[in-house]
């Protein structure tokens, strides 16, 4: 196949940058050579439905370059919204409460929106997971983007760090009182075992159990939250309300208002729901 065939595909611009490391303008002027097989296999590969940032071990997400690998949410443009949204609220309604305000970013995954808060506001970000694949995912985005002075990352269970493990005599193991003495130092406070902060931000599991993933790739564990898909969803409110943060940004579906606006009713100050560049409903703002 030469290049001028295989540009018309989608990805294969992409493909061949990657494979060629060339750009598009090399590519073009070359577009009587023959692609090369490797190039060809990975099309075949990416129609047959393999995520192509998994091949490429890349995505590309609010205007920055992030390492991702199979076992690991991909992030979506979608989820730029949150970020926006985190950002404002911190940069204005609670700019003036701290000189650095505390985030907790809860299923963090790829760490692509604790790292970007981190970048375009003063605040410090813990970002938990439950994944070990998904923490050692984030902390190579943290590393790659230097921002390892105001992000942290540490499994957690949304909010609590309490270990599975059996606990000793003194209610903590040695593996939880070093988590803990790891999250103090960095600023946070820790109530029984739970994460204390201002903001908590999470892009959490809530795709309704019947509903078919995008491919059969990405992690169930990122993607289903129950029946409604809303489990986790009020699960990491009702913490944060126990726990006494000041405010949430959290991402749900697009079907989802309804339901969370009577479950949020009479238990916050208020909400108020925002929506992506495709108009979609796409989270929700809980002030506390």
């Known amino acids: ?3 001028k065939d295989f540009i018309k595909e989608q990805k294969g611009i992409y493909i061949l940058e990657k494979v060629l490391n060339k750009d598009k303008t090399w590519i073009y002027l070359n577009d009587n050579l023959e692609v090369p097989k490797e190039a060809i296999q990975i099309l075949e590969k990416v129609k047959l439905g393999y995520p192509i940032e998994y ?6 997400f609010y205007g920055d370059r992030f390492y991702i690998k199979e076992g690991v949410l991909i992030p979506r443009d979608d989820t730029e919204a949150v970020v926006e949204k985190a950002v404002h ?4 309604k609670f700019s003036i409460l701290h000189s650095q305000l505390r985030v907790v970013d809860c299923c963090t ?3 692509v929106i604790a790292i970007e808060i981190a970048k375009h506001t003063n605040a410090k970000v813990i970002a938990t997971d439950i994944s070990d694949t998904a923490i050692e995912v984030c902390r190579k985005n943290i590393m790659l983007t230097e921002v390892g002075n105001k992000v942290k990352v540490i499994k957690a269970d949304l909010l609590s760090i309490k270990s599975n493990q059996n606990q000793e005599k003194t209610g903590q193991n040695i593996e939880n009182i070093e988590l803990i003495n790891k999250v103090e130092k960095f600023g946070f406070k820790i109530e029984n075992n739970y994460i204390k902060a201002d903001i908590l931000v999470s892009n ?3 795709v309704e159990n019947s509903w078919q993933k995008p491919n059969e790739y990405e992690p169930d564990l990122a993607f289903y939250g129950g029946d409604d898909g809303l489990d986790i969803v009020k699960k990491l409110i009702i913490q944060a309300i126990s726990l006494k943060y000041k405010a949430a940004v959290i991402e749900i579906g697009y079907n989802q208002k309804e339901k969370l606006s009577a479950f949020l009713k009479d238990k916050v100050k208020s909400f108020e729901f925002f929506k992506d560049l495709a108009g979609n409903v796409r989270g929700v703002e809980i002030i506390f």
Not at 55 to 60: D, K, S
Not at 89 to 92: A, D, V, W
């Open 89 to 92: 609220l911190i940069n204005s």
């Open 1 to 3: 196949m030469l290049i």
């Open 55 to 60: 091949i490429f071990e890349e995505v590309w």
């Open 109 to 111: 995954g790829s760490g």
């Open 204 to 206: 959490p599991p809530y």
